[in-house]
Structures are given as structure tokens and as C-alpha cells.
């Protein structure tokens, strides 16, 4: 059965667009076939992110819209060979995207891949409503900051009854990821903690990024940093996500100040 | 500069630098043109038409925007027999 | 391969050179435009649609009447500048008895929009006959003919009231077994109860009950309200924050005092 994963936040910035590909690449490499779907209108990032932006020819509206098929649109990732993107449109307005044309390339994805990963826009209006509108499971992502946390609640209640599970009765499974945690900060008492930011949202906890410069590098060369150092330390958190999303139960690692020599010899874990 | 920093391969901000160059540059262009492409492909596709039954998915139009210049390229899969009976020009109706 | 399926592969590969121009593009290409052919000046006419409120008298029209004259006398603004149906298919009034109706309405200051449920062209002194009406959900409030109170209900919420949410109950009430988040708000008619944190707006005692009272695990809201008294979190101060507490209007002061 193919599960479609909707990747949202509310607020922008926070690691949305770097978490779908992550997610998506790792769970290829897992063995599972992935397409990575980009909800933006008139914005174009996740081609970036997965360096296929020389390669786009149609877009999302193109095949909601029915001026081409879906695999015409589909680019194939050159790492990868299960891992495909449907980019977004750069040129068209927000009501290009209908519910009726995205109901229906949703159902084709279905058909075509074990894994559907949505990139929501940031927001709460019409992309950002269409991402979520036909998941089975949503990873909210969060930075330890005041504005993403009340975003993130806003988008989980949206969540909670503007999907078509909501609408049918069922639920939705919904996961936070705390991205951008920077542990130093997190010692000096600087920054929320996890456990209040999981206290107000009230969702389980998939996993903790910790900051790092290899996102940046990975984004910068266009390869999603799960393939591009799958070593590093927010690579491993989104290798653990991914065992936690089919149903692995994995250890909680919280990233730890690097400069601390016993933090580097014991993995901290928590249930 | 320590030798090591002179060994070390290219940083990824030259990489993410050119990478946006050279898209940015492609994009600035083909923003006065939208639908290029597309239309590219659907006339393509209806000058073989006139000549040859070919079957619209087995056309492949794959775009790879490079270092002043792009390259188009167009995969078109047809069965031999399709090229031996050929359509009689009297029944094509024109584009 | 089956057949004789032997496929040719074409592959046209001329460079489509695309100049990689450093600065903008100049001027923006359009497609150019067929000029429409002219056509002679007509009357322009559209259709619309538009919600209505829609009103059924039944016989007798002595007893229905006095109802709309309890209802007015609660609500003297109830059909103030509304576009007002009236429905006679339950009527089977002639002509003459729905001009009197009309007239009866009008006395009341009820302007009739349409008559609709007449299965016979009407008089020209009429409004004029509508068909085709369908329900439409509420065009305002039902006001309620039958009972003065409405009935009294508790509202309970199993899970959280999240930011952006707003949950208004006026008939009694609300309970929230989760906690209600920044950004969220609820009214309610009578007392609230969140088991979990209140961080969002709650308004008690919305149907004038200056008894009404708030309660809540942990105190953390943007704002409070007891009936029409209103505090915002900056004047609440800080001493009871993040505990169990309770809030109640004490002739005319909002007071908080930590749950026992």
C-alpha cells in the first residue's frame, strides 16, 4: 500500500524542503520507491535541493492541468535509481492547482511508488492545504523557536480537519521533527527545550537535527545530505526517521556539543 | 594557508555559485518564453504524425540546460513496420 | 522481442542554442491576439444567485402572524434590510388573500423579495413568482419561534484546541480534556474547564452569567473573560503562572486564586 508522507511546518525556513529530500532519499536508499513532490506555486526549491533544476522540463500544473502525463514530468534522480521528482510550476498563480487535478495525479503516484513525500510551501493557504490534503502520515517540522512552534500548532490543526482522513473520520499520523537544534545553545539554557516544545504540540517526536554545515554543503552541490555524507550527524537522525517511519523502534540520539570528548564516547539515549 | 586547506577539493559554495549562474541565467531567458518547450514537443510530435502512426508516450522530449547553450533531445520509439507502411499523404489531414 | 517489433530509434539531437544572457531579458514576448470579430451593441444580461431568507406561512394565518409579532417583538431588527421569500405552497391562498398577506407583512415592515410555491401566475401587484429555490443552509441565525431560552448544553473537546482554532458554545459550558494553545480562543456561555494548558483566549459566561468561572490546569493565557469583563495577560501578573487555578468575576474584578 502506498503511503503518501506530507512534509509541512506553517512557518517558512524552517527545513522543509531539506527534510523531503533527506526523507525521500533515504528511504530509497532503503530500497523503497520514492517520488518527491514539490506543492509550491511560483516557487521552485526542491529541484534545487536535489540538483535537478537544469533537467525540469512540466511541472505539477502541467499534468494536473493535462498538458503532459505524469512520466514526462517525472525526472529521475541520476543517484537514485528508485528516487523520482515532480518539480513545481515557477510560472503559473496559486489557482492553477486544482483539488480535482491533484486527487487525480495523487491516485497516479499511488499506482507508481511505494512512498509519496509531499514538500509543502510555508503557509496556511492553498499549496500548503493541497500538500497535506491527501496524506496518510505528516511530519511537522519545528525549529526550537517561538514563532515555528505556534506555526507548527496552527498546521496541526489544520491537520487534524483539512485532510481527507480528517474529513472521513480517521486519523492522520502526525510526527515532529525538531530541526536546526543546536546543542551548545541547548546546555546554556538558550533555547526551548524538546521536551517543552513537545509538551505544547503534543505529537510524538520522529527526530532531533541537530544544526550542521553538511545541510548547507549538501544543498549547495544539489544532493540531499542523506546522500551526500550519509555519516553526518543530522544524516543519521534522518536515517533513524526513516527506520522510526516504517515502524522500526530506534533509540533517540540527542546531539550532543560536539566539543565535548564524553558526549563523543557514550550516545545519549532517551526513550 | 595551511597545505592542507590548498589540498582540500573545491568548497560547495563555488559548486552552489556556478550551479546558480548558470540556472538563473537559463531561467531569465526562458521566463519571456514560457511553454517553449511544450510547444516544441507538440509540433514534433505533429510533423511525425503526418508521416508515421506513433504512439504520444513513446515520444521522450528530455531538456538539459548546459554552459550557454541547451541541449533538446528527442527519443522517439516507432516499430519497423510502422516506417514500411507508411500513411498515404492523401488521408493526412494537415497540423 | 515478440513480433516484429524491431524499433527504430530516432533520436534528434541538433544543439537548440538558448544564449545564456547575463543580464534580464528586454521586453516581454505576448502572443498576439486575433481581433474579435464586432458585434452589434446588446443588452447585457447575467444571472446571479443569491441567498435568501424564506418564510412559510401556514394556516391559520391569524395564529402564524402573532408568532412573527412574538418574534419581532425579540428581535424588532430581525428582517431589517433582508431580501425576505415568501413561501405559500402550504397557503393555497387566492389572490386576493395574499395581497392582504402582503399587506399584512409590509404593515410590519417586511419587504417581500419573490413568492415562491404558487402554482399560478400571480397579479401584477405582486412581487413577482421565483421557482427553482433550494435550501441553503442558514441565511441567518433560525430565530427560535418556539422557546424564549435556548436549551442548555454542555460542550466537551477530547483532544487540543490548537492556534487558529476557535470554538464558540453559548448554550453552556465547554470542556477541553487537552490543552488550548496560543492563538486559539473559546467562548462559551457558561464556565470552561480545560483539564491540560490554557495558553490561548477564553471568554466564560458569554450569555450574560457573571457566574461563570474558568478553570485550568496550568495558567498561561493571552487573555481572559468573565460575561463582559475582559483582562489580557499583562495585567494578570505573573505570580499564579503555570499553575492549576480557577477565575471568577467578584462583582465586577476578575480574580484568579490557585485550584486547592
Known sequence: MAKVLCVTSGKGGVGKTTTTAALGAALAQAGEKVCVVDFDVGLRNLDLIMGAERRVVYDLINVTNGDAKLPQALIRDKRLENLSLLPASQTRDKDALTDEGVERVMGELREKFDWIVCDSPAGIERGAQLAMRHADVAVVVTNPEVSSVRDSDRIIGLLDSKTVRAERGDSIEKHLILTRFDPARADRGDMLKVDDVLEILSIPLLAIIPESLEVLRASNVGCPVTLNNPLCAPSRAYIDAVRRLKGETVPMAIPSDRKSLINKLFTRRAA | ?95 | MPGNSCPVRLKINPPVTIPAVNGRVGKETSTPVTSPAPTRPSLPLRGRVFRAVSLAPEAPLADWLALLDAALKRSATLFDDRAVILDVAGLKAAPSELESLIAELSARKLRILGIEGADAPLPALLPPRLVGGRPAGDAFEAPAFEEEKPGVSSLTIEGSVRSGQSIVHREGDVTVMGSVSSGAEILAGGSIHVYGALRGRAIAGAARNPRARIYCRKFEPELLGIDRLVRTAEDMGTHLRGQAVQIWNDGGAIRIAALG
Open chain 2, 1 to 95: 594557508m595551511s597545505v592542507l586547506t590548498f589540498l582540500k577539493p573545491r568548497g560547495s559554495g563555488s559548486v552552489a555559485r556556478e550551479r546558480l549562474q548558470l540556472i538563473l541565467a537559463h531561467e531569465r531567458v526562458e521566463n519571456g518564453r514560457p511553454d517553449l518547450i511544450i510547444t516544441l514537443r507538440e509540433e514534433i510530435l505533429n510533423v511525425i504524425a503526418k508521416h508515421v502512426t506513433v504512439e504520444r508516450d513513446k515520444v521522450q522530449i528530455k531538456l538539459d540546460r548546459g554552459e550557454g547553450v541547451s541541449t533538446l533531445g528527442v527519443d522517439i520509439e516507432f516499430p519497423v513496420d510502422a516506417v514500411l507502411n507508411q500513411k498515404p499523404k492523401a488521408k493526412r489531414a494537415s497540423a
